[in-house]
């Protein structure tokens, strides 16, 4: 994940939490893609403390990095290295053709791209192929990614012997949850997200302004759940109640500020144990710093043993 600000549900649901369930069944290692929060925005005097903020809602989330570490990219050079190398096995059409970058490129405005952008998914391979990574649990935003990260490492493979796997990715059952404005995907670049550190009052305020069926004027008309992304986010923080709010809503017996009010209380209620661990991170940075540094030795240590298999196959350092 790139360290661009707070997390956001998004985050939360079609990533992060499948981080956390997968950390008991593999070897997993959690990187802040710091060099790739370049891509849409040079300044870097907030980037640390971006990270450690980033990691402190890992950590709230229930990352154990005792079990997997968690790094920085930029303190780890060989993903400098295989980033270079990698950049020689895919054209720059094929680039051109990736749709996440398209869609990134309309939402943000970007007239003319960097030639760092352009190659976000070539940096994006070197990341995941240093760790050898066979899963790469990401939401479907990234898909396309991964198939360029199988690309790429089938090129090399062929091209100077078999070093790397070719990855697949793990998506959740929530793997694109969209936007309080209505847009398929929640994002921060949209503003449109409920944050994982917002308080029950932030998170009830938000969805009062959310859009739903804009053929439910108000209470009584019927409306249309499986439009309205309200309905989504009950289904995934208040599923036992699904069925009811369905019934609710398109008979018309239940209003949408009814409707956001019970959905912001199950929202904030999945969240309170976040919550409580990150009061407790927060004012225990001294100890995020230390996790962060026992990672990155960790994943160097991984990083360099794959870089001497590439200078074995490739004859070259
Ligand atoms: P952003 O899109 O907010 O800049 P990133 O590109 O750093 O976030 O994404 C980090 C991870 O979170 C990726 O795996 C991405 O697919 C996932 N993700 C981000 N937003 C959503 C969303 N709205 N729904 C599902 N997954 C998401």
């Known amino acids: 994940m790139r360290p661009t600000g707070k997390l956001h549900l998004g985050h939360l649901v079609g990533a992060l939490e499948n981080w956390v369930s997968l950390q008991n069944e593999f070897e997993n290692y959690h990187l802040v893609a710091d060099y790739h929060a370049l891509t849409t925005n040079l300044s870097t005097s907030e980037l640390y403390d971006n990270s450690i903020d980033m990691i402190i809602d890992w950590l709230s989330a229930g990352i154990d990095p005792v079990k997997s570490p968690v790094f920085r990219q930029s303190q780890i050079k060989e ?12 054209t720059t059409a094929r680039l051109e053709r990736n749709p996440t970058l398209k869609e990134q490129a309309r939402d943000l405005k970007i007239e003319t791209m960097s030639y760092g952008h352009l190659g976000y998914p070539v940096l994006q391979a070197a990341d995941i192929l240093l760790y050898k990574g066979n899963l790469v649990p990401v939401g479907e935003d990234q898909v396309p990614h991964i ?16 070093v790397f796997p070719e ?23 949209t503003g449109n997200t409920i944050l994982l550190s917002d308080s029950p009052e932030e998170i009830q305020k938000k969805l009062r302004t959310a859009v739903t069926d804009p053929q439910k004027i108000r ?29 609710g809503c398109e008979s018309g017996a239940l209003g949408c500020v009814d409707c956001k ?5 199950a929202i904030a209620n999945a969240l309170a144990p976040l919550r409580e661990k990150r009061a407790y991170y927060e004012t225990h940075r001294d100890e995020v710093k230390n996790i962060l540094a026992d990672g990155e030795k960790r994943a160097k240590h991984t990083a360099q043993q794959t870089m001497s298999e590439v200078h074995e196959a490739m004859a070259i350092g």
Do not use: W
């Open 79 to 90: 993903h400098a290295e295989l980033h270079l190398l990698f950049s020689m096995l895919i």
């Open 147 to 162: 198939e360029i990260t199988r690309e790429i490492a089938r090129r090399f493979n062929t091209q100077y012997g078999n």
């Open 167 to 189: 990855p697949e990715p793990r998506l959740t059952k929530f793997a694109r949850l969209p936007g309080l404005d209505g847009n398929q995907k929640m994002s921060k670049s």
């Open 219 to 247: 209470k009584g008309d019927p409306g249309r759940p499986d439009i309205c992304l309200v309905f989504t986010y009950h289904q995934k923080f208040n599923p036992a109640a699904v069925g009811e709010i369905r019934k």
């Open 261 to 265: 009010k019970q959905c912001g209380a």
